[in-house]
């Protein structure tokens, strides 16, 4: 009887799964970068020397980001793959592209802060420009005029905004009236303000003649150019709502005004809030149309129907066109108007913010 040996199993080799391998290490894209700009910045730090001539950052950074993106792609196509490196390449594109949105943003904050905060003091919010000269006076009567103004233009365009998109979701749906709503809705939303206001000033240069002026032609300016923003807004909203909802309503015999008052439009509050307040943020900014139509005044003036009324806007238009002696106190009263406006829209649009956040359906248990 012949016993044979059996050979020994040979050894293989272990090794790692390729959907691990050849990863860069998470400093590497930060390294790059940092290197790439060091790099170009000695190119045009020396430029700059032999030129005599300041340093050129927005060719710095532009051809850093440039040689950032070259290295990365080739680094990462050598050592991991050409689809992580076409990855990464991507997303540095999308970086750049955000930080070159970022650039007049800051830019814009960061000029009003500067030019504007000489201004912000206790007579600047608490004064007006009635018998003001050259140095002093405030924005008082803009601030009461723009809230006014703009409240007004959201009493005319909230409701109506409102329940021209309920129409147009819960009952206007394929109908020919609610396509031509839409229609004439979308082309609402692209007019230039400027029409808004030559159409309010004909509309009540009609009934009283040429030459008037009043906040409420102003709010009525205005919520030409809400109105739309409104109705697209609450529209895509009340589409977000599950229709299961609608129709678990509808099983229990709850009528459809009753199902829209009491379910779609609690479901939808916040986004439609938010929309609200984006709308007239929207619509605070505008000058053209105020100007034509509330015109401008130094003094104070609480009646919307009566007489001309000053905006933030036109304060800040009015006070940089039309400078006196010295000119620096009407340059730091327009900056300073204009970080008032930014402002005000910043707290609407935290304010949205929180809206939006305390009345959202909430999805746990």
């Not at 819960?170 to 009236?177: A, D, H, P, Q, T």
């Amino acid at each position: 009887m012949t016993i044979t040996a059996t050979p020994p199993r040979p050894v293989v080799a272990t090794t790692r799964s390729k959907l691990t391998t050849g990863h860069l290490p998470t400093w590497t894209v930060w390294g790059i970068l940092a290197g790439s700009l060091l790099a170009m910045l000695a190119v045009f730090g020396i430029i700059a020397v032999g030129g005599e001539e300041p340093l050129n950052i927005a060719g710095w950074l532009v051809s850093g980001a440039v040689l950032y993106l070259v290295l990365i792609f080739t680094i990462s196509a050598i050592v991991e793959s050409r689809r992580k490196a076409v990855d990464r390449l991507v997303t540095g594109v999308v970086a750049s592209a955000f930080a070159i949105a970022m650039v007049p943003l800051v830019s814009v904050a960061w000029t009003v802060v500067v030019n504007g905060i000489a201004r912000f003091d206790a007579e600047f919010f608490s004064s007006s420009m009635r018998n003001v000269v050259g140095e002093g006076g405030g924005v008082l009567h803009a601030i009461v005029g723009t809230v006014l103004i703009t409240g007004m233009a959201a009493l005319i365009s909230i409701p109506i905004g409102l329940m021209a998109a309920i129409y147009l979701v819960e009952y206007g749906e394929g109908k020919r009236l609610g396509r031509g709503i839409t229609f004439l809705v979308d082309v609402m939303t692209g007019i230039p303000s400027i029409v808004a206001g030559l159409f309010a000033y004909a509309l009540f240069a009609l009934f009283f003649g040429p030459g008037i002026r009043m906040g409420f032609m102003g709010s009525i300016a205005l919520s030409v150019l809400m109105i739309p923003v409104v109705v697209r807004s609450t529209e895509e909203m009340l589409r977000l709502v599950p229709n299961e909802l609608r129709e678990a309503s509808y099983a229990l015999g709850v009528p459809k005004w009753r199902t829209i008052v009491k379910v779609v439009l609690p479901t939808s509050i916040a986004g439609i809030t938010t929309g609200i307040m984006l709308s007239i943020s929207r619509v605070i900014g505008e000058t053209a149309p105020l100007l034509i139509t509330a015109g401008f005044t130094n003094s104070m003036n609480y009646d919307l129907f009566s007489g001309r009324m000053q905006t933030l806007p036109v304060f800040t238009y009015t006070e940089y066109a039309n400078q006196g002696i010295p000119p620096e106190a009407y340059t730091d009263r327009a900056w300073a108007a204009a970080l008032t406006l930014i402002l005000i829209v910043m707290v609407l649009n935290l304010v949205a913010r929180l809206v939006a956040k305390v009345f959202s359906p909430k999805t746990g248990r």
